[in-house]
């Protein structure tokens, strides 16, 4: 049951940043510690790709942390859901900042993952609660759009920390902004939902997960959003040895380089505010993973002449992240609008599936990585081109 709530425009300026705030627990906890994946694995004495695939086993405990966060917090609250899940985050970042050993590295960045994920289910919740219509779509592209920023700044942040201090200060950075967000949330964001009946929860967490599970419709873009995300993380995964093994790029580059594509992902989500209540999102969801198809295309056949300079391989990468800023946005709220009584649930169908996906095809990678750069655009393409079958067969069911 939700609660009436009048907002003035300064109280939906704060709401939007905080919950920005709280999504943006996840870029960072990703994207700080992927400049500093070679001197991880020399720390620990282990191979590069053993560090990369702590990135999948990020994403999976994420899922999980949303799958149970959000169908919780439409039973218990949205409060109650978030605070645990920051409180979990925050206490194995810093056990992190600590870890000397691959094991521990895994076990807590899955606890860590989960946490977060528990946590950062609610905003989009929350976001549902007092939004509907092409106006949600908006406050989340704006939400997105403020997001956006922590991969922007988090290399450049994690590059700092790593010349300065070395690896383990970015876990002790995200145990400080871990706090900062739950200082926020608990100043600034009240509940949006009352707690419900707790008899039969199980059950009818069960029947709402199938509800919205077997809405094809819905499911078409998640499915769409999730996998183009999954191209996302591919190339997150393997940035650094796109530009920092195959093109010998000075590291203190690679945030350059990566903030390119950030910086399309926020102006697509600029345009997109500005015209999605002129033309529906559903149109321009389906405009968004056309280019990012091509794209994608484009890329993989390039690479695998063996000819692709950098420049155009660079282009065609930030083309296919940025394009992002239209596609999640106009995804997830279309999705979200069907389900205004179980939106924690709902969100978490959306988390889970984008989080499931990219720790997959993270899994992908490990397994058909080679000397080439190769098998990351391969795995681009295929998710841009998975989406774009699954949108419009499942449209058409």
């Known amino acids: 049951m939700k609660l009436s709530l009048e907002l003035s425009k300064k109280q939906i300026g704060i709401f939007t940043l905080v919950l920005a705030s709280l999504t943006s627990l996840s870029p960072f906890a990703i994207d700080t510690y992927v400049p500093a994946m070679p001197q991880m694995a020399s720390f620990l004495g282990v191979m590069l790709s053993d560090i990369e695939l702590s990135l999948s086993i990020y994403i999976i405990g994420y899922a999980l942390g949303q799958f149970f966060g959000g169908p919780l917090s439409d039973s218990f609250g949205r409060r109650p859901i978030v605070v645990t899940g920051l409180s979990i985050f925050i206490i194995t970042s810093y056990f992190l900042s600590v870890s000397d050993s691959l094991l521990q590295l895994y076990v807590l960045r899955f ?30 592209t704006y939400i997105s759009m403020v997001m956006m920023t922590a991969p922007l700044v988090a290399p450049a942040v994690g590059t700092l920390l790593l010349k300065l201090f070395g690896w383990q200060a970015i876990f002790s950075f995200l145990t400080i902004y871990g706090i900062l967000v739950f200082i926020l949330i608990v100043v600034f964001i009240p509940e949006t939902r009352k707690s419900s009946s707790k008899k039969g929860i199980i059950t009818n967490t069960a029947k709402n997960y199938i509800l919205v599970f077997s809405n094809t419709k819905a499911m078409s873009y998640i499915l769409a959003s999730s996998l183009g995300f999954s191209g996302m993380f591919t190339f997150i995964t393997g940035s650094s040895k796109i530009y920092i093994d195959h093109f010998n790029i000075p590291v203190e580059l690679f945030p350059i380089l990566f903030g390119s594509n950030v910086l ?5 989500g600029a345009v997109n505010a500005h015209i999605v209540t002129r033309i529906s999102p559903k149109k321009i969801l389906r405009a968004g993973l056309i280019i990012q198809l091509i794209a994608g295309t484009l890329l993989s056949s390039l690479v695998f002449t063996n000819n692709a300079p950098f420049v155009v391989v660079f282009s065609l990468i930030v083309i296919f992240v940025g394009i ?7 995804a997830n709220a279309l999705a979200l609008h069907m389900f205004p009584n179980i939106s924690g649930v709902a969100t978490a169908v959306i988390g889970v599936s984008l989080y499931a996906m990219g720790g997959f095809t993270g899994f992908l990678l490990n397994i058909f990585s080679n000397d080439t750069i190769f098998p990351i655009t391969l795995i681009m393409f295929l998710c841009s081109l998975g989406a774009n079958v699954l949108f419009k067969i499942l449209n058409r069911m």
């Open 264 to 268: 399309l992902m926020i102006g697509m």
């Open 111 to 140: 606890i860590q993952a989960f946490g977060g994920g528990f946590s950062v289910v609610v905003a989009m919740a929350i976001a549902r609660d007092l939004f509907t219509g092409t106006i949600l779509a908006k406050r989340i």
């Open 324 to 330: 992002l800023g239209v596609v999640s946005s106009n």
